[in-house]
């Protein structure tokens, strides 16, 4: 069962964690089961960047992100080669590590 280590991240995970997942899950439905709540103003419909997270490690294990997905990420604060949006990147058999943006551009949530 592969493993996604999230980052310390000073709000949401201060502490870090190194999380069980399941092939086929997504990361952001492993972190919310798991107490870190990553915010995510469209649902899970690949509609905003407030799920944007930074694959430190494990990148090439996901499959590739599709255009709407970019296009989204074009959006997002702190833009890096290895972002992926949390509710598109499905985990496979490998180990991910994963850091979580300090910002992100959540317009329902501001406080972020």
Same mark, same amino acid.
């Given at each position: 069962?592969?493993?996604?280590?999230?980052?310390?991240? /000073? %709000?949401?995970?201060?502490?870090?964690?190194?999380? %069980?997942?399941?092939?086929?899950?997504? *990361?952001? #439905? *492993?972190?919310?089961?798991?107490?870190? +709540?990553?915010?995510?103003? &469209?649902?899970?419909?690949?509609?905003?960047?407030? &799920?944007?997270? *930074?694959?430190?490690?494990?990148?090439? +294990?996901? $499959? $590739? +992100?599709? /255009?709407?997905? #970019?296009?989204?990420? #074009?959006?997002?604060?702190?833009? $890096?080669? /290895?972002?992926?949006?949390? &509710?598109?990147?499905?985990?496979? !058999? %490998?180990?991910?590590? *994963?850091?979580?943006?300090?910002?992100?551009?959540?317009?329902?949530? /501001? !406080?972020?």
């Amino acid at each position: 069962m592969p493993q996604i280590i999230f980052l310390p991240h /000073e %709000e949401l995970c201060p502490e870090g964690a190194a999380i %069980e997942a399941k092939t086929g899950e997504t *990361v952001l #439905d *492993v972190a919310l089961k798991n107490g870190i +709540s990553i915010p995510h103003a &469209c649902e899970k419909s690949c509609a905003c960047t407030t &799920c944007h997270i *930074v694959i430190r490690e494990g990148f090439d +294990s996901l $499959e $590739e +992100s599709d /255009e709407l997905e #970019d296009d989204m990420l #074009d959006k997002a604060w702190g833009l $890096e080669a /290895e972002s992926r949006l949390g &509710c598109q990147a499905i985990i496979s !058999d %490998e180990d991910l590590v *994963v850091e979580i943006p300090k910002y992100n551009l959540n317009i329902v949530n /501001e !406080d972020h």
